[in-house]
């Protein structure tokens, strides 16, 4: 989202500030970035110059993306988009006859995805221990209107149940930065809740985020929402996305070619076309 605001100034020495540059591969920016310019480029003293600013500020994720409950991504423009689990950590437990926990293990766990109605596919099955949350296991460029889904379930014995994004049970919720984890006794405050989790949250329990950022808990073993366990800690994503500015096509709403400054027409008469090879 872009402003520019024509201004009149008396000034006597001017200096043209470039707060930040953007290319073409550049993605939207995380913090808002300016420019600033100046007609005539040389002035006088007494003389005021008209001067042009534009600011750029980072897009939020409702910004670009529909939010449907409880949790399908709809592109409101092309977008890439990058999935990273933060965490798996189905538990199968063995207890005695006092209900004290014997021995326990990981469950394998799978997270899907389904993009504009395709049938779900694997974008990740292992367990806890194997998590990288560092390490991106699904990317791609989604364009308009293609709803974007995600599942999960866990393998012991047998498959768990599925549960999808598109599930009224509410076993798979999809929030953004600010949202409050829709669960019976906050998540910050239970004794259980998994150290993968609490860099997500603030002191509040709200979801904390980036701006264009959404994290998908899931509920895996549970269905009883008032049931302590429903904690929608059994499997979590977090997804990235960005957009390009361009992509070497057209010029910025200031008249300026990004792949090629200062050498676009003033009009951009057809973004496909890269200018610069004009």
């Known amino acids: ?51 042009t600013w534009g600011i750029t500020y980072p897009a939020a994720v409702k910004d670009i993306i529909t939010v449907t409950p409880p949790g399908t991504l709809t592109p409101k423009q092309e977008v890439d988009m990058e999935v990273r689990v933060i965490g798996a950590s189905v538990k199968v437990v063995w207890t005695n006859n006092w209900g004290q926990v014997t021995r326990w293990e990981w469950a394998p766990t799978e997270a899907l995805v389904s993009i ?35 599942g999960g379930r866990y ?28 669960t019976t006794t906050p998540l910050y405050q239970q004794p259980t809740i998994e150290d993968f989790i609490k860099p997500y949250l603030d002191g509040q329990g709200k979801v904390k985020i980036g701006p264009k950022d959404v994290i998908y808990l899931m509920e895996l ?11 929608l800690q059994d499997l979590a994503l977090l997804v990235t996305f960005g ?35 004009k």
Request: avoid cysteine; glycine fraction near 8%; proline fraction near 6%.
């Open 1 to 51: 989202m872009k402003t520019s605001h024509p201004v009149t100034l008396a000034v006597t020495v001017l200096s043209l500030i470039i707060f930040a540059g953007r290319s073409s591969a550049q993605q939207d920016p995380l913090v808002p970035v300016g420019s600033l310019s100046a007609n005539p480029t040389l002035v006088q003293v007494g003389v005021k110059p008209n001067l």
């Open 243 to 277: 957009t390009k500015n361009n992509n070497g096509h057209g010029n910025n709403v200031d008249g300026v070619d990004s792949s090629n400054p200062g050498n676009a027409p003033k009009t951009d008469t057809d973004p496909t076309v890269d200018d610069e090879n």
């Open 155 to 182: 393998n012991y014995d047998g498959w768990s149940t599925f549960y999808s994004s598109t599930n009224s049970t509410k076993n798979v919720v999809a929030l953004v930065n600010g949202d409050t984890p829709p």
């Open 221 to 231: 073993t549970h269905t009883n929402k008032a049931d302590s366990g429903f904690d």
């Open 116 to 150: 504009a109605g395709s049938s779900y596919s694997r974008i990740f099955y292992d367990t806890q221990n194997k998590v990288n949350a560092n390490k991106v296991v699904y990317k791609k460029t989604v364009t308009v209107g293609q709803a974007i889904n995600f």
